[in-house]
């Protein structure tokens, strides 16, 4: 299986999205493949934030070699999920969504919950780290046995 996280940026939350799945998934033995990108440009060809690469750090993870870069419709073709961080991730890759097929692969990692941006205070940088350890770990309860 083949998911690709999206938040803004593609710096702080995506990029430990990233991580944090493909860890969880390599741990349970799962062949799962994890990328990230942003629907913003500013940062393509930066590494994610050092608040992000240190937060994981701290658990075990290293997201250091990351490569920002951002979100394409070909990836609606690449990947068999869209995980989303909040609203306007949400609405920003369905506004590139080219068929219901595009569609029905786009969720927030949460639910109706959201990530929030952490990128303008330093402290919500572990918090973020459990929100998306808890959405990745609820998704891999939910399709580890069918993918
Ligand atoms: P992210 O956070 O979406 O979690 O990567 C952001 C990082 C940078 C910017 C916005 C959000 N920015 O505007 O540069």
């Known amino acids: 299986m083949k998911i690709l996280m999206v938040c803004l940026g ?9 991580g944090i799945m493909q860890h ?5 033995g799962l062949n799962w493949e994890i990328d990230s990108a942003g629907t913003g440009n500013w940062h393509v060809g930066d590494g994610p934030d ?5 937060t994981a750090r701290l658990h075990g993870i290293d997201i250091s070699r990351q490569i920002c870069r951002l979100f394409n419709p070909a990836d609606f073709d690449e990947f068999d999920h869209i995980l ?17 097929g595009d569609r029905k692969k786009v969720s927030m990692l949460l639910g109706d919950k959201i990530v929030p941006d952490p990128y303008h205070d330093d402290s919500q940088f572990e918090p973020v780290f459990k929100l998306i350890e808890a959405g990745c770990k609820a998704f891999i309860e939910r399709y580890k046995g069918i993918l």
């Not at 969880?24 to 349970?28: Q, S, V, Y």
């Not at 050092?50 to 240190?54: A, K, M, P, T």
């Not at 909040?86 to 219901?100: G, I, Q, T």
């Open 10 to 18: 593609n710096i702080c939350r995506s990029p430990l999205a990233e």
């Open 24 to 28: 969880l998934a390599d741990k349970e």
């Open 50 to 54: 050092h608040r992000s690469v240190r």
């Open 84 to 100: 989303v961080m909040d609203k306007s991730n949400l609405s920003n890759v369905l506004a590139m969504a080219r068929n219901d």
